[in-house]
């Protein structure tokens, strides 16, 4: 069983800008209504979202009330609705994509000069017709090389591509045309993300047996990309859902190529990879079919970050020269408890992005629910020996139960303030591991080197917490959570964490080699190494989504925490 993910499925630079815009000031502008002209990106399941959070598509300029705000979309538009858009009272956010704007100019440049513009591309289409006002609506389009024949003659041509284009007939139509006219200026629009990920799919049918093609089915490249796979021999499926895929076909092959259009989530291509996982996983070997089930078990109801959590505490412990056993066991408790009941009361959060943990959790909210209990009870038990553990312990289970209720000074929820779960879980975490295990002994000692080790532990909770956000990215912009990387950008986000790691790495082996961490902690920087060595994994793509992926997170974790009992 293999599945290989193309590298360029998903967003593409103006679908981002324009998607980022969008989100960004519906959080931003709440007391003004928000309107996209059209809708921003050919994709039902972004667009619902949106709707949730009240931006609502309008088809004509009229149709905006005057102090409203109107998004203008990737695809660009008329110089007309321009132009009308202008004389009302509305603000415009022009979300247009700079490769469109720029075969906007080169249209109305030449056609200024005289050349008669072509354009190859589906006629009917918003960037299609937005182009031809560049030519006061007098340019050509062309979907098809028997089209060409029936074009009026003219003196000079321009020859430019909707950037969506399949290139390669795109080049076709070019020198056809080239032999039909006298003069004739070609411009290769075609954008480099829709050539790059066409090209990609023609390389994939060499090594895979079938194609599965993410993307709502009104979108032109990403019928493109299907259209390419079936061409390529390939058995294609396009799909916008993962509950459209059919176990029964999938199961007939061993390799599958996935992709994805432009306007596509890469949360919904995780949606995709993951059902394709769980359904191709029943072809592997019993040894690894177990391990797999109980892995993504594991991930699915918060085991396997509760056991992260308890890896931190045996390291914590072990720093602080602390016997770790009673300490990881309240901390695994502690935090499974806090993430699988504020998993079941933020379900409608998670419905569209992770609708499988969503279900799950439905289905079995009653047991989860009486095993968020019984955790939050033996965490007390295990505290209660020591006075001052046991109040900390019900002074943070009440801090993280409260967590998405709203508070009545604040008027909104924790997890509604910017970047709160990015700072809160690590310093959590930090704290449960770092600090709290020395109050589970008499008399309580505390140093200012304790408090190094909490910083050390959270700083490492919060480069785990940032790497799930960074996958997530997309799908929190969309439900309205203000992470860190959201606001930082995913761009700065990268840096601050290679940064953090590599300042982890030298912060380790300084400390080993001093005598101040012992030295079985030099271990704990070969896995930092790999921990940076991911970041960059999942920067460039280059790691598709899985359980195995999202299990070595904290994984990553349970090497350190393994590692600190050889010393």
Wanted: glycine share 6%.
């Amino acid at each position: 069983m293999r599945i290989c993910l193309a590298k360029k499925a998903g967003f593409c630079m103006g679908v981002k800008r324009a998607v980022d815009l969008v989100f960004k000031t519906a959080r931003q502008r709440k007391n003004r209504p928000v309107f996209t002209l059209g809708p921003i990106i050919h994709n039902p399941q972004v667009l619902h979202l949106l709707e949730k959070q009240g931006v609502k598509i309008i088809e004509d300029p009229e149709q905006a009330p005057p102090g409203s705000i109107v998004v203008i979309r990737a695809h660009g538009v008329s110089l007309e609705i321009k132009n009308r858009l202008t004389q009302k009272k509305v603000v415009v956010i022009d979300a247009t994509c700079p490769r469109v704007l720029k075969v906007q100019q080169l249209i109305k440049q030449y056609y200024q000069k005289g050349y008669q513009p072509i354009i190859v591309g589906e006629r009917e289409h918003p960037e299609v017709k937005g182009l031809c006002s560049y030519a006061q609506n007098q340019a050509w389009s062309v979907g098809s090389e028997e089209e060409i024949k029936n074009l009026p003659q003219a003196q000079k041509v321009l020859v430019v591509a909707q950037t969506t284009q399949n290139e390669r007939l795109f080049k076709k139509i070019a020198e056809l045309i080239k032999k039909r006219y006298l003069e004739v200026k070609v411009f290769n629009t075609v954008c480099n993300s829709t050539h790059e990920r066409q090209e990609e799919v023609r390389k994939m049918a060499k090594k895979v047996e079938a194609l599965v093609v993410v993307g709502g089915k009104m979108s032109g490249n990403t019928r493109r990309l299907a259209q390419i796979g079936s061409e390529a021999g390939l058995k294609t499926y396009h799909i916008e859902t993962e509950d459209e895929i059919s176990p029964k076909e999938i199961r007939k092959f061993k390799t599958i190529g996935v992709t994805a259009g432009a306007s596509t989530p890469y949360w919904l291509i995780r949606r995709v990879i993951f059902r394709l996982e769980d359904i191709l996983s029943r072809n592997i070997p019993l040894w690894w079919r177990v391990p797999y089930k109980l892995t993504k078990l594991f991930l699915l109801t918060n085991f396997w970050a509760a056991w992260g959590g308890a890896s931190l505490a045996i390291i914590g412990s072990r720093l602080n020269g602390l016997n770790p056993n009673r300490a990881a066991l309240i901390a695994f408790t502690y935090l499974w408890a806090m993430h699988v009941l504020n998993h079941l009361t933020n379900l409608e959060t998670t419905r569209l992005t992770d609708p499988t943990r969503v279900r799950f959790y439905e289905k079995n909210w009653i047991l989860f629910s009486i095993l968020g209990v019984i955790c939050i009870l033996i965490s007390l038990e295990l505290s209660k020996p020591w006075p001052i553990a046991f109040f900390t312990m019900v002074f943070l289970i009440i801090s993280g139960l409260i967590y998405n209720i709203e508070i009545p000074i604040l008027k909104r929820k924790l997890k509604d303030l910017p970047a709160s779960k990015t700072i809160f879980v690590p310093v959590a975490w930090g704290f449960v591991s770092g600090i709290f295990p020395l109050f589970l002994k008499t008399p309580v000692s505390f140093s200012f080197w304790s408090f190094w080790i909490f910083v050390y532990l959270s700083a490492l909770a919060f480069i785990r917490t940032c790497c799930f956000d960074l996958l997530d990215i997309q799908g929190d912009q969309m439900v309205g959570r203000e992470t860190l990387p959201i606001i930082l950008g995913e761009k700065n986000s990268f840096k601050l964490l290679y940064v953090m790691t590599i300042a982890l790495i030298v912060f380790t082996v300084l400390l080993a080699f001093t005598g101040y961490f012992p030295k079985y902690s030099l271990f704990y920087s070969v896995i930092l190494s790999f921990f940076g060595l991911y970041l960059y994994q999942i920067e460039k793509k280059y790691i598709r989504p899985g359980v195995l992926s999202d299990a070595l997170i904290d994984g990553q974790f349970m090497l350190m925490a393994a590692g600190s009992f050889y010393g």
